[in-house]
């Protein structure tokens, strides 16, 4: 098992609601540059929401108004909350974190995976309609 495990995939109906996590087992998960980030067969890797000490979160416009991430730093656990879905968020979602630039994150939009250092395994979220 790797340094960043996620949890809390699962099927649901369009227009529901699921909650993802990610438990960080490493230190100084307060400062660290972490994001969540999907793939839908036969497509690349894309951000969807990505969270730093200095700037916040930013998010891709696909799931701008409807997911939000945010952080319990006393448990190192990073969460996406994902309400409104739709059969087009249908992918497995990952945890990411990088690690090597001093906490701070390359954002959304222009973001990509390779901006990405540690993954988790990967969750699936099915949503149908």
């Known amino acids: 098992q790797g340094r960043l495990v996620e949890s809390g995939g699962g099927s649901v109906q369009a227009g529901g609601s699921l909650r993802l996590s990610c438990a960080d087992s490493?230190?100084?998960?307060?400062?660290?540059?972490m994001g969540w980030f999907r793939q839908a067969p036969g497509k690349e890797r894309e951000g969807v929401a990505i969270n730093d000490h200095y700037e916040g979160t930013s998010y891709s416009d696909s799931v701008k108004g409807r997911f939000t991430a945010s952080r319990d730093n006393l448990k190192n656990t990073l969460y996406l909350q994902m309400n409104s879905l739709k059969p087009e968020d249908t992918a497995v979602y990952y945890c990411a974190a990088d690690f090597r630039h001093g906490g701070s994150c390359y954002h959304l939009p222009g973001a990509t995976a390779d901006d990405f250092d540690s993954w988790g395994q990967g969750t699936q979220v099915n949503v149908s309609s």
């Open positions: 490493g230190y100084g998960f307060a400062r660290n540059c």
